[in-house]
C-alpha cells in the first residue's frame, strides 16, 4: 500500500495534526495518538496522502510540546512509543505517509542537559547550549543586540547561578542548543535516526533557519521590514538566521536520511527571500521544500494571489517546488479571515489544491473551523502570556491576526455531541469547543453534498485522478477580468483550467479549449458556447 518511489514526496498533499486537538481516545480531555490512529480514515476520506504530526515529545508543555525534555520518547498524554509506532504502521497500510515535527533548535530549560549546563562552566553539558558573559562592569546587559522570536525582547536570558546569559530564541524556556558542540551533533543526529529506524517518512523541522548563530556573536544590522507573512521585523538577522553554516546543517541532515529508503524528507520552517530559501533546497541535497508563507497573510483580492502565484512561479520553477499555507496552529484560521464565507472558502481550497506544488491543510480547515475567541487573561499559550498580558482585550480582539494561538487549536470537530466528539461529554476539553460545533462538524458536512468538507474532497480526488494537478506545468490565463485569476495545467495529454472570482459580482468572459464543467462552488456558474460567467467567489475547474 505504502508508496515505494523515491519522489512520492513531489505529489503530496500533507495534513497537519495538531495531537493535543485532534482526537482524544483515552478521556483526558487532551488529543493523543492512538487518538490520531482512530481517526486516520478522516485522512483517507478527506484525500490527503501524508500526515504532519505536531510535537508529541516528552515536554513539560509549557509551549505544548516545542519545549522537548527527552527527544526519543512520548509525552505520557500522549501515549508512548509503541503508540507512535502504531500510528506509523496504520499509517502506513493506508498509503499515508507520517511526518514528525522535529525541533533541533532548543529543548526544554526542563531539559536534563540543561538543567546539568545551567550548574556551572565544568559541568558536562557545559557547552551544550549558547552561553556568553554580558556587557558593562557587572557583566548585566546582554551580550549582543539579538531578539527573540517576536522581537519583543532580548533573547539572552540571565542565570544567576552561572553569572552568564544563555540565548533562548523563543522563548525562555526554550534554550537553544549550541550545534557548534560535536556532542550536541550527534546526540541530536542520534535521535533523528531513532524516529527514522521507527519507520517515519521525514520531518517537519521547526525553526530550522535560525540554528546555526554567528559564532563570534556579532550584533545584528537595524534594518526595519516586512516578512511576506506579514511579521514585522526591526533587525535584520544576519548574524542569526540564514548563515553560511546553516545551509550545511541542511546538507548534514540530509546525508543522514540517505541512508534510508525509499526516501524520506524534510520540510523547513525557515523565513527569507526565494534565493535564500531555494538554498535550502539547491542541488537536491539539503531540504525537500521549505514551506513559503505569503499565503498566510491574504488579502481577499485577485492582484494579491496572482502577484503571488506569478512570483513563486517565477522563483520556484521546476524542480523547485511551492508550497501553500493557508493557516496552521500559529497562525489565524482562513475561513475567520474571509468573515466565515463559504463561497471564499471554497475558492480558496480549489486555489491551493490545483497550484502546482504542495498543498499544506491544517486539521479543521476542510470544515471551515474559525478562529475561537478566548481572552487574553485566561490564554494557556506562553506567547499571548509572555508577551501580551498587557494588551487591552478589545485591541487584541480587533488584530487580524490571533496573538493568543489557542484560537486557533481549538478541538476538532468530529459530530454534534457535547464537546463535538473530541472527547467525552462529561469531559472537559484542554480548550474549549467552538460554539458553532452543531453545524461545523465532520458527521454534519459529510452528510450535506454542498458543505465544505465535500468541496475539500472533490478536489482532492480531482487532483488524484489528473496528473496535470500534480505533476503539470502552471500557465497563467491572461485577458481576463480583473476580479478573476485563471490558469492552466497540463501534463502530457491531460489539461485542465481553473477560474477564480474573487469579485463579488459576477464576471463573463471567454475560454478556449475546455468544454467539461468538472467542479463547480456555485449553482450561478455557468459554461455555455464558450464562454463562462462566475457568480460572485465563484470557482470552477474546467477540462
Ligand atoms: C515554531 C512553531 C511554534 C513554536 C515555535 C517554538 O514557530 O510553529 O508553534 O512555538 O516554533 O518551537
Given at each position: 500500500m505504502n508508496d515505494h518511489s523515491s519522489d512520492w514526496w513531489k505529489s503530496c498533499v500533507i495534513y497537519q495534526v495538531y495531537p493535543r486537538s485532534?482526537?482524544?481516545?483515552?478521556?483526558?480531555g487532551i488529543g493523543d495518538l492512538d487518538g490520531i490512529t482512530q481517526k486516520l480514515d478522516h485522512l483517507i476520506e478527506l484525500g490527503v496522502n501524508t500526515l504532519w504530526v505536531s510535537p508529541f515529545f516528552?515536554?513539560?508543555?509549557?509551549?505544548f510540546g516545542y519545549d522537548?525534555?527527552?527527544?526519543?520518547s512520548v509525552a505520557p498524554e500522549y501515549g508512548n512509543l509503541d503508540s507512535a509506532k502504531a500510528l506509523i504502521d496504520a499509517a502506513h497500510q493506508r498509503g499515508l505517509k507520517v511526518l514528525f515535527d522535529l525541533v533541533l533548535n532548543h529543548t526544554s530549560s526542563q531539559h536534563p542537559w540543561f538543567q546539568d549546563s545551567l550548574t556551572?562552566?565544568?559541568?558536562?553539558?557545559?557547552?551544550w547550549y549558547i552561553w556568553a558573559d554580558g556587557r558593562g562592569p557587572a557583566g548585566?546587559?546582554?551580550?549582543?543586540?539579538w531578539r527573540s522570536g517576536l522581537e519583543v525582547k532580548s533573547a539572552w536570558h540571565y542565570s544567576k547561578t552561572r553569572k552568564q546569559w544563555y540565548l533562548g530564541?523563543?522563548?525562555?524556556c526554550q534554550p537553544d542548543l549550541n550545534w557548534r558542540n560535536e556532542h550536541v551533533r550527534e546526540a541530536m543526529f542520534n535521535a533523528v535516526r531513532f524516529w527514522l529506524d521507527l519507520g517515519v517518512d521525514g520531518f517537519r523541522l521547526d525553526?530550522?533557519?535560525?540554528?546555526?548563530?554567528?559564532p563570534m556573536l556579532r550584533s545584528n544590522p537595524f534594518h526595519p521590514y516586512m516578512e511576506p507573512s506579514e511579521l514585522m521585523r526591526l533587525w535584520r538577522r544576519d548574524y542569526t538566521e540564514n548563515t553560511d553554516d546553516n545551509f550545511e546543517l541542511a546538507r548534514d541532515l540530509r546525508s543522514v536520511l540517505m541512508?534510508?529508503?525509499p526516501e524520506r524528507v524534510l520540510i523547513g520552517e525557515v523565513f527569507g527571500p526565494p534565493e535564500t530559501l531555494k538554498r535550502y533546497v539547491a542541488n537536491g541535497a539539503g531540504l525537500h521544500f521549505t514551506f513559503l508563507?505569503?499565503?498566510?497573510?491574504?488579502?481577499?483580492?485577485a492582484k494579491f494571489f496572482s502577484k503571488l502565484i506569478a512570483s513563486y512561479e517565477k522563483n520556484f520553477p521546476e524542480p523547485y517546488l511551492p508550497t501553500y499555507v493557508l493557516?496552521?496552529?500559529d497562525r489565524a484560521r482562513s475561513f475567520s479571515r474571509v468573515g466565515e464565507n463559504i463561497f471564499k472558502a471554497k475558492l480558496l481550497a480549489l486555489l491551493m489544491l490545483t497550484l502546482r506544488g504542495v498543498p499544506v491543510i491544517y486539521q479543521g480547515q476542510e470544515l471551515g473551523m474559525p478562529n475561537t475567541y478566548i481572552p487574553l487573561r485566561k490564554a494557556k499559550d506562553p506567547i499571548a502570556k509572555e508577551y501580551?498580558?498587557?494588551?487591552p482585550e478589545f485591541v487584541s480582539k480587533r488584530l487580524?491576526?490571533?496573538?493568543?494561538?489557542d484560537e486557533v487549536r481549538t478541538p476538532m470537530q468530529w459530530d454534534s455531541s457535547v464537546n463535538a466528539g473530541f472527547c467525552p461529554p462529561k469531559t472537559t476539553p484542554w480548550l474549549p469547543v467552538n460554539e458553532n460545533y452543531l453545524s461545523c462538524n465532520v458527521e454534519v458536512q459529510r452528510s450535506y453534498e454542498y458543505s465544505l468538507f465535500c468541496w475539500y474532497k472533490a478536489v482532492l480526488a480531482q487532483r488524484a485522478l489528473r496528473p496535470s494537478l500534480t505533476l503539470g506545468d502552471l500557465v497563467m490565463i491572461s485577458g481576463?477580468?480583473?476580479?478573476v485569476i485563471g490558469y492552466a495545467r497540463t501534463h502530457g495529454e491531460d489539461s485542465c483550467q481553473v477560474f477564480l472570482n474573487f469579485g463579488d459580482t459576477d464576471s463573463y468572459f471567454d475560454v478556449t479549449a475546455p468544454d467539461k464543467?468538472?467542479?463547480?462552488?456555485?449553482?450561478g456558474n455557468l459554461l455555455l458556447d464558450g464562454r463562462l460567467k462566475l457568480a460572485p467567489y465563484g470557482a470552477i475547474l474546467l477540462a
Amino acid at each position: 500500500m505504502n508508496d515505494h518511489s523515491s519522489d512520492w514526496w513531489k505529489s503530496c498533499v500533507i495534513y497537519q495534526v495538531y495531537p493535543r486537538s485532534f482526537y482524544d481516545s483515552n478521556g483526558d480531555g487532551i488529543g493523543d495518538l492512538d487518538g490520531i490512529t482512530q481517526k486516520l480514515d478522516h485522512l483517507i476520506e478527506l484525500g490527503v496522502n501524508t500526515l504532519w504530526v505536531s510535537p508529541f515529545f516528552a515536554s513539560p508543555q509549557v509551549d505544548f510540546g516545542y519545549d522537548i525534555s527527552d527527544f526519543t520518547s512520548v509525552a505520557p498524554e500522549y501515549g508512548n512509543l509503541d503508540s507512535a509506532k502504531a500510528l506509523i504502521d496504520a499509517a502506513h497500510q493506508r498509503g499515508l505517509k507520517v511526518l514528525f515535527d522535529l525541533v533541533l533548535n532548543h529543548t526544554s530549560s526542563q531539559h536534563p542537559w540543561f538543567q546539568d549546563s545551567l550548574t556551572g562552566k565544568s559541568s558536562e553539558h557545559a557547552d551544550w547550549y549558547i552561553w556568553a558573559d554580558g556587557r558593562g562592569p557587572a557583566g548585566r546587559i546582554p551580550p549582543n543586540n539579538w531578539r527573540s522570536g517576536l522581537e519583543v525582547k532580548s533573547a539572552w536570558h540571565y542565570s544567576k547561578t552561572r553569572k552568564q546569559w544563555y540565548l533562548g530564541t523563543f522563548l525562555p524556556c526554550q534554550p537553544d542548543l549550541n550545534w557548534r558542540n560535536e556532542h550536541v551533533r550527534e546526540a541530536m543526529f542520534n535521535a533523528v535516526r531513532f524516529w527514522l529506524d521507527l519507520g517515519v517518512d521525514g520531518f517537519r523541522l521547526d525553526m530550522f533557519g535560525a540554528i546555526m548563530k554567528d559564532p563570534m556573536l556579532r550584533s545584528n544590522p537595524f534594518h526595519p521590514y516586512m516578512e511576506p507573512s506579514e511579521l514585522m521585523r526591526l533587525w535584520r538577522r544576519d548574524y542569526t538566521e540564514n548563515t553560511d553554516d546553516n545551509f550545511e546543517l541542511a546538507r548534514d541532515l540530509r546525508s543522514v536520511l540517505m541512508r534510508y529508503e525509499p526516501e524520506r524528507v524534510l520540510i523547513g520552517e525557515v523565513f527569507g527571500p526565494p534565493e535564500t530559501l531555494k538554498r535550502y533546497v539547491a542541488n537536491g541535497a539539503g531540504l525537500h521544500f521549505t514551506f513559503l508563507f505569503g499565503f498566510l497573510a491574504f488579502r481577499f483580492k485577485a492582484k494579491f494571489f496572482s502577484k503571488l502565484i506569478a512570483s513563486y512561479e517565477k522563483n520556484f520553477p521546476e524542480p523547485y517546488l511551492p508550497t501553500y499555507v493557508l493557516e496552521n496552529h500559529d497562525r489565524a484560521r482562513s475561513f475567520s479571515r474571509v468573515g466565515e464565507n463559504i463561497f471564499k472558502a471554497k475558492l480558496l481550497a480549489l486555489l491551493m489544491l490545483t497550484l502546482r506544488g504542495v498543498p499544506v491543510i491544517y486539521q479543521g480547515q476542510e470544515l471551515g473551523m474559525p478562529n475561537t475567541y478566548i481572552p487574553l487573561r485566561k490564554a494557556k499559550d506562553p506567547i499571548a502570556k509572555e508577551y501580551f498580558w498587557w494588551m487591552p482585550e478589545f485591541v487584541s480582539k480587533r488584530l487580524p491576526e490571533r496573538i493568543n494561538r489557542d484560537e486557533v487549536r481549538t478541538p476538532m470537530q468530529w459530530d454534534s455531541s457535547v464537546n463535538a466528539g473530541f472527547c467525552p461529554p462529561k469531559t472537559t476539553p484542554w480548550l474549549p469547543v467552538n460554539e458553532n460545533y452543531l453545524s461545523c462538524n465532520v458527521e454534519v458536512q459529510r452528510s450535506y453534498e454542498y458543505s465544505l468538507f465535500c468541496w475539500y474532497k472533490a478536489v482532492l480526488a480531482q487532483r488524484a485522478l489528473r496528473p496535470s494537478l500534480t505533476l503539470g506545468d502552471l500557465v497563467m490565463i491572461s485577458g481576463l477580468p480583473e476580479q478573476v485569476i485563471g490558469y492552466a495545467r497540463t501534463h502530457g495529454e491531460d489539461s485542465c483550467q481553473v477560474f477564480l472570482n474573487f469579485g463579488d459580482t459576477d464576471s463573463y468572459f471567454d475560454v478556449t479549449a475546455p468544454d467539461k464543467v468538472i467542479l463547480s462552488s456555485d449553482p450561478g456558474n455557468l459554461l455555455l458556447d464558450g464562454r463562462l460567467k462566475l457568480a460572485p467567489y465563484g470557482a470552477i475547474l474546467l477540462a
